[in-house]
């Protein structure tokens, strides 16, 4: 605080050897846990420094120097809630940087808790016991947000299709009033509270309303009110303080008052500039009120106020004051309505009386430009005592005492932090985020850590049982990185970066971990990085569609490291890469979009022979393309099986050593495909599957069997899932999706799932089949499959005389020809992979082929291999475009021949009577095709 003392900052150098210090000591604490302590080692931890229980950690950026420090650590163990639903969000890490004004102080002499958003979800974080209340409801990104001067009530609005508005009682945790998008019609874009907490005003892209909450029945707005036209995208709207029937509101270049009356209508007086050069301002920033007035200021990246008129009658400018040399991003004022309080991007704090005199100031935080600043309650709102931690401090030259409570502010940098004021005021960091979307994350295989990262560069290390930040650093400043993965005994971090660059961080000081640790082969960005069982090598996967691996070397303690070889197998985006174990081999195996699966041999590699290759890639999609590798799928199998997930809802098993086809499934269906998996083991020796599809997280009980009950999904983010991992003790589920800065660690309650499936099916495991199909059990579709099941027993004998024996089996050799007759046309791959499906689903255990199906069988072949929603038209389009060249024009003679001359041919007779049947009655083909007259007069659909 100035003019006050400052607080003595140690230097830069103190702090690095503090952070490297404690963090070795503390690491190798928790790493003799978990192995048998030799003398030697506990020794060695004892003769350093002491560690208390209550470890401090700094923040330290190499480039900035942060000062503020982290709450000391709890080391409670994370509880596991009581089970309720299949994934039960538990905590989440970071938060929502880059939206202003969305972190509030709830400190209300009873409670110290701070509220900020993360995706689609307002955390409510008890900050003295390190725990979270998560209010879930809405089904976008909150946009905005805003609380009561009593703390009490919170307002927050979201956007997208079923955008909402939510007020909350952050006492019970609980919502008290929802208005739905048929009631608020557009997205909010900006929100507050009056200070009585009766009225909320909202601002939307070309309308303002005011709202009556506490009006039951009443689900429309009190006022509404169209923004003028010059006024642009609102970013900012404020009641007066005074006289909340008052309103002002600011575009990023223009500024708009609205007043009301009981009974009157809501109206709009855009302001004037005047004389003031708006041009020479900048971009405006927030408005607010000066306390005790009516008069408004609006706030300047320049660092001027634009102050305004008291009273009602004029709305041009008065004059411009300058309270800083940087913008000035918030705008509020210090409860008991004394001072306004500016907070700028060069992070600090300014508080100011009502004629704009600097009275005190805050420069001690270091973390980054301010983006929100919300206080505590106060005796002068209506308290008998003052807020507990409120200090009486001399701040201004003239002696004059000033009370200020507690505070938080949050920085662009994604820190919030809590400013406990007294003699000393002492800030701690309580939340940090990441400062741009977090990319990709990965658990550590021995430890309760979780490594994050994000495209600035900033890796952290969480420790998920205690919920705490172990560790934070930027890589350098021109990286910026794509993935991570631990390796398997967990001493090193693989990073790969968009420029090509592979790097290996000591998974404990998140430094290099040797001289020759960086790597420059990949020529585009790195996709993914995997490491092998064994830790012996790395792989990874660029844009340029080549695939680079990594050996170890241990005898070269310098460069242990080396490259073994590159390989472009692929000729589009590789899409997953996996080491694979088979037998006593291990294997890497990588999909990507043009459909193939390649196997790599990296026993007869080596740098000067390259990275060679196994056996040629293997095309194991048509129309589809694979999105997710499981390397390892646990069925009660002796064939060993690698699980492939694509991008028509199905999952493909394939056998791990020939590559051929084992079997399809229907995978989970929850708008868009599965993209993301990992393998989840249960309390029970179950098996799980954790995926990612969209922007939701499931888990689904192994082994699927197209059964839609034995997965389970929640909708985990605004927009789709970029990362999913699960904990090393499998309790615990990761993910993070969209533009978002934050991690939800969901806990895994598998039990539930299970007791649910064996719930539904206790009876007739066949119904949830039956199900899937149109009008279920009773449909026509069902009949006719059950007609066609007999009928395919008695084909090709249709006049015979004597009786025939029907029996309960259908050749398998019939099985297309049913499907063909139900409505589903499966190519001749996909008709051969599920006859050799039923054929050789036992052929592993029994050395025996399967001959026939039953009807049960041919149900469920039918739910999994048919395409999920059937042919589109667009499809069938594309198709033709295709064919054409794009031109949409193509001549029947030129497409009979490409009939019979690509992809699956077709013979001139089996052509000539599929045309027949088609065209009946007809004269014959069109000299010329367009997309629409092939569609509407060939298929005739």
């Not at 174990?581 to 080596?606: F, P, T, W």
């Not at 689903?841 to 072949?861: F, G, H, K, M, P």
């Amino acid at each position: 605080w100035k003019p006050c003392n400052e607080m003595a900052a140690p230097s830069q150098d103190e702090q690095v050897e503090a952070l490297v210090q404690g963090a070795l000591r503390h690491a190798m604490a928790e790493l003799c846990g978990q192995r048998a302590e030799s003398p030697a080692a506990l020794s060695a931890i004892a003769e350093g420094p002491e560690l208390s229980e209550s470890m401090h950690t700094q923040t330290f950026d190499q480039q900035k120097g942060a000062k503020a420090i982290f709450e000391p650590l709890n080391n409670r163990k994370k509880k596991l809630k009581k089970p309720q639903n299949v994934l039960d969000m538990n905590w989440a890490f970071g938060y929502d940087c880059h939206t202003r004004g969305n972190v509030h102080y709830l400190a209300d002499g009873e409670c110290e808790n701070v509220t900020y958003v993360a995706g689609h979800t307002v955390v409510v974080h008890e900050r003295i016991e390190n725990e979270q209340a998560l209010l879930q409801g809405h089904r976008h990104q909150v946009q905005c947000s805003a609380v009561s001067a009593d703390k009490r009530w919170l307002v927050t609005c979201d956007a997208g299709d079923d955008s909402m508005l939510i007020v909350w009682d952050v006492r019970r945790k609980a919502p008290v009033r929802t208005y739905f998008h048929e009631h608020i019609t557009d997205d909010a874009v900006a929100v507050d509270l009056s200070e009585d907490a009766m009225y909320i005003v909202t601002a939307h892209s070309s309308r303002l309303c005011v709202w009556d909450w506490s009006a039951e029945d009443v689900n429309t707005p009190m006022f509404v009110c169209d923004l003028p036209a010059a006024l642009g995208a609102v970013i900012c709207v404020r009641f007066c303080p005074s006289n909340p029937r008052i309103i002002v509101a600011n575009s990023n270049s223009q500024v708009c008052f609205f007043q009301w009356e009981y009974g009157g209508k809501l109206t709009a007086h855009p302001a004037d500039f005047g004389a003031v050069d708006a041009v020479k301002l900048g971009k405006l920033t927030q408005s607010a009120f000066v306390p005790n007035t009516t008069r408004a200021v609006t706030g300047t990246v320049s660092g001027q106020i634009i102050v305004w008129p008291e009273g009602a009658d004029s709305f041009v400018a008065q004059q411009l004051a300058r309270l800083a040399q940087s913008p000035l991003n918030v705008l509020t004022y210090a409860p008991g309505f004394r001072y306004l309080v500016c907070g700028s991007g060069d992070g600090v704090v300014r508080f100011f009386d009502k004629s704009f005199r600097l009275v005190g100031w805050h420069d001690q935080l270091a973390i980054g430009p301010i983006t929100s600043i919300s206080f505590g309650v106060s005796s002068h709102i209506g308290r008998t005592q003052t807020f507990e931690r409120a200090r009486t401090m001399r701040l201004d030259v003239a002696g004059s005492e000033l009370e200020v409570p507690d505070f938080v502010v949050s920085t662009a940098t994604a820190h919030i932090v809590h400013v406990a004021m007294g003699a000393e005021p002492q800030a701690h960091v309580i939340v940090q985020g990441q400062e741009s979307p977090v990319c990709t994350m990965t658990s550590h295989p021995t430890l309760p850590h979780l490594a994050v990262a994000s495209y600035s560069g900033r890796v952290q290390i969480w420790n998920y049982e205690d919920c705490t930040l172990i560790h934070s650093r930027s890589v350098d400043g021109h990286l910026h990185i794509r993935c991570l993965e631990f390796s398997a005994d967990g001493y090193t971090l693989a990073v790969g970066c968009t420029d090509g660059t592979l790097l290996l961080l000591d998974a404990l000081t998140l430094l290099e971990a040797a001289k020759s640790s960086r790597f420059r082969d990949a020529k585009a960005s790195v996709q993914c990085v995997r490491w092998s069982a064994t830790g012996e090598y790395i792989a990874i996967a660029d844009e340029s569609f080549c695939v680079s691996v990594y050996q170890l070397h241990p005898e070269r303690f310098q460069a242990p490291w080396g490259l073994l070889g590159r390989h472009r197998a692929h000729f589009a985006a590789i899409t997953d890469l996996a080491f694979c174990s088979v037998g006593k081999h291990e294997q890497l195996l990588s999909i990507g979009k043009d459909r193939m699966l390649v196997h790599y041999d990296l026993a007869n590699s080596s740098f000067t022979a390259g990275l060679k290759l196994k056996a040629p890639p293997v095309r194991i999609e048509q129309t589809a393309y694979p999105l997710a590798l499981l390397k390892h799928y646990p069925l009660q199998s002796k064939e060993p099986l690698i699980l492939v997930a694509n991008s028509e809802h199905k999952l493909r098993l394939y056998n791990g050593s020939t590559k051929m086809h084992r079997r399809t499934i229907l995978g989970p269906v929850y708008g868009a495909p599965l993209h993301t998996a990992a393998s989840l083991q249960g309390g029970d020796g179950e098996h799980f599957l954790a995926f990612a599809a969209g922007e939701k997280v499931g888990l689904g009980w192994l082994p699927l069997d197209g059964n839609p009950q034995r997965c389970a999904a929640v909708i985990a983010h605004p927009d789709s899932v970029t990362a999913l991992c699960c904990s090393r003790d499998h309790k615990y589920v990761f993910s993070t999706g969209g533009a978002s800065g934050s991690i939800v660690m969901w806990q895994a309650n598998p039990q539930v799932l299970v007791a649910s499936v064996r719930l539904h099916t206790s009876s007739d495991a066949l119904q949830p089949f039956l199900e899937q199909m149109e009008d279920g059990p009773q449909g026509d579709q069902y009949k006719d499959l059950e007609n066609y099941f007999y009928f395919g027993q008695i084909r090709g004998g249709e006049q015979r005389a004597e009786p025939w024996e029907i029996s309960d089996r259908l050749g398998v050799e019939h099985v297309p020809d049913v499907m063909r007759a139900i409505g589903y046309f499966p190519s001749q791959q996909e008709a051969e992979d599920m006859v050799n499906e039923v054929r050789y689903q036992n052929y592993a255990e029994t050395n025996e082929i399967v001959t026939s199906v039953s009807l049960d069988d041919l149900v469920r072949l039918y739910i999994n291999h048919r395409p999920v929603g059937g042919i589109t038209m667009q499809q069938l389009e594309g198709a033709f475009n295709t064919l054409s060249g794009g031109s949409g024009q193509l001549k029947s003679s030129d497409l009979l021949l490409l009939l019979q001359d690509h992809g699956e041919c077709m013979e001139e007779q089996e052509l000539t009577a599929a045309l027949t049947a088609l065209l009946e009655g007809e004269d014959g083909l069109p000299q010329v095709l367009g997309a629409d007259e092939f569609i509407s007069s060939v298929l005739a659909l």
